[in-house]
């Protein structure tokens, strides 16, 4: 199975998961955006940050052609003068280069040159960081070089400072956050959701051991997920159902089967008397189609029922009683018929009654099926193997497995009801071996069953 699918419910699971994280995320940092925006509006954030003027001077301060230290004008800036009438401030550089803006007050301005080597201050009357300073210096970066600026502390946070400040955070707290909830929820969903599904698993597993031989199987329920409980329990119900129509079906087969012989051995025996002649051999044919039908039927309910009585099985004993039975049948149908044992014994574990039912279906089919000319053969291997050929016009290769099929027929409307191989087809799994189509002599149908092994001990003796 690859090990991605779309209609996989564990990916399915996972990217819905990892989707679902990162738009919680991504929809919080909106959140918190809006809410910064939303107090700097109303002032909340404005009134007591102290560096507004620095960051507004930095983004504006420049040089002109000839060296000077100018002020490009910004929005911020001009905000920045709009919100505060008595703004004022001075910024120098290392070479002398200096500009200012508004009233200075006194003390600051007798003090700006002694602070070169103040890298950053608060300049004010209280003490500790608990009184707002009057005054902030600090040297900073602009792209007129490096500048000290001082000014009064005392401004609003602008939109820029906001997304400059929530900007680092986004790209080292929150992006690594959404990657390692995805790559958590990759490794830990498909090992939640394979934990979870486990008694689906051993449900499905038991739902491919179901066989219409196998009555009575039903899935398990332990461990399954609540939300397909109700499924597998509405599949063991049609299990229930099915199971309890296949029963009365083979009951009403095997009610049938026992119901026709009286009157099809007292149709037998009436045909029987009939003057000799080829209306006779046609109606001792039908009768003897009908008799095999019935013992076909008879013979599926008992397998299905008591399963095979095993005990060791001439196989060339087998063949001689179903040739010397059959043989008059073929005689009148217009056939020769010819028997062939390598060995004199050919022993197995089997059911006798079995084999013999399946042997006389593959004959029976032959006389059937033969042509109504030429020779059957019946042949018995030291390799423990029994077939029967004709000469015939065969099989077609396409239909080779189709045979063994229940109620398949070569020809519509040909004779027999399909079911004398299905029931050698049977017989034989039962055995440990199968039933299957040989070449043969000649071009006609050569049938073959094979078992698992002969008694090696039994054979060498013979």
């Known amino acids: 199975m690859n090990w991605w699918h779309p209609r996989s419910l564990k990916w399915q699971l996972v990217v819905r998961l990892a989707v679902m994280q990162a738009a919680m995320l991504g929809l919080l940092g909106v959140l918190v955006l809006v809410v910064l925006g939303a107090m700097w509006r109303s002032g909340v954030l404005g009134d007591d940050y102290e560096g507004t003027a620095i960051d507004v001077l930095t983004e504006a301060v420049g040089r002109n052609a ?4 100018v002020l490009r004008p910004t ?10 009438a008595d703004l004022w401030f001075i910024v120098r550089d290392g070479q002398g280069h200096r500009l200012s803006e508004g009233i200075v007050p006194a003390d600051l301005a007798q003090i700006a040159n002694a602070l070169d080597q103040i890298g950053e201050a608060r300049l004010g009357q209280g003490r500790g960081e608990a009184v707002p300073p009057a005054a902030i210096v600090r040297w900073v ?29 986004f790209l080292n707290v929150v992006l690594p956050i959404i990657g390692l909830m995805t790559l958590a929820t990759l490794l830990v969903t498909p ?109 599926l309910q008992r397998i299905d029922q008591q ?78 193997w029994i077939e029967v050929c004709d000469e015939g016009n065969g099989i077609p290769s396409t239909d080779h497995h189709q045979v063994f099929e229940p109620f398949y027929r070569l020809r519509q409307g040909g004779r027999g009801a399909g079911l004398g191989l299905d029931l050698v087809q049977k017989i034989m799994r039962l055995h440990g071996g199968h ?9 006609g149908a050569c049938l073959r069953m094979v078992f698992p092994w002969a008694d090696a001990a039994l054979n060498a003796g013979t």
């Not at 070089?145 to 400059?164: C, D, H, P, Y």
């Not at 009951?251 to 009939?274: G, M, N, Y």
């Open 307 to 384: 399963g095979l009585q095993s005990a060791p099985v001439d196989l060339v004993g087998v063949a001689e009683r179903v040739v010397l039975d059959l043989a008059p049948l073929a005689f009148a149908a217009g056939y020769e018929m010819t028997f062939e044992a390598e060995i004199e014994h050919v022993m197995v574990d089997g059911d006798q009654t079995a084999l013999d039912r399946a042997l006389t279906n593959l004959v029976q089919n032959a006389i059937d099926h033969g042509g109504r000319g030429g020779t059957i053969t019946v042949r018995v291997a030291r390799a423990g």
């Open 191 to 299: 090992f939640v959701v394979r934990r979870a599904m486990a008694g689906l698993g051993r449900a499905a597993d038991e739902a491919k051991r179901i066989d219409i031989d196998r009555s009575g199987v039903r899935l398990t329920m332990d461990d399954v997920p609540i939300e397909v409980v109700s499924l597998v329990r509405a599949v063991n119900d049609a299990l229930g159902r099915l199971d309890k129509g296949y029963e009365g079906h083979k009951r009403f087969l095997a009610d049938a089967a026992h119901e026709l012989r009286t009157p099809i051995a007292i149709l037998t025996a009436r045909v029987s008397s009939l003057p000799p002649g080829p209306e006779k051999i046609r109606l001792l044919e039908d009768t003897t189609r009908l008799t095999v039908l019935t013992g076909q039927l008879l013979d």
């Open 141 to 169: 970066d602009t792209a007129a070089g490096k500048v000290q600026m001082l000014t009064a502390a005392k401004g609003r946070v602008s939109v820029r400072k906001v997304i400059a400040t929530a900007q680092p955070l």
């Open 66 to 69: 000839d060296g000077e230290l």
């Open 75 to 84: 929005s911020d800036l001009a905000r920045l003068r709009s919100e505060n």
């Open 435 to 443: 039933a299957e189509i040989v070449v043969g002599p000649s071009k």
